[in-house]
């Protein structure tokens, strides 16, 4: 996140612990949160606190955030990962070709060994 990001993510803090029936972040409280998570997307950071609410019923701790961060981020590192174009098919006649100089190959490694 950067530092122009602040606001929103105080709102989406205060607006999380509203969910939990807590009192909003301090200034002291809020900076913990902020410099453990600074590091993250607002993005991911975003999405990280609705899928907890989403799934829990108890007020996370920073640490539960960015579990759910680093798993965010490793998805998004893997879909901007350059995708490996699928083998073509071999065609019979290669495929052909290919077992009859196999079968030639083991045919003189068994003749030499005799």
Request: positive net charge; hydrophobic residues 35%; proline residues 5%.
């Amino acid at each position: 996140m950067i530092n122009n990001e602040k606001q929103q993510f105080k709102e989406m803090l205060d607006t999380l612990f509203e969910i939990y029936n807590r009192r909003h972040a301090d200034q002291n409280l809020l900076r913990v949160w902020w410099q453990m998570l600074e590091k993250y997307p607002m993005k991911i950071v975003s999405q990280s606190f609705n899928k907890w609410t989403s799934e829990n019923n108890k007020c996370p701790t920073p640490h539960d955030i960015i579990v759910f961060c680093r798993s965010k981020n490793q998805e998004l590192i893997a879909a901007q990962q350059p995708k490996l174009a699928k083998p073509k098919p071999m065609s019979k006649e290669n495929r052909e070709k290919i077992s009859k100089k196999i079968q030639e190959l083991v045919g003189n490694m068994t003749r030499k060994q005799l």
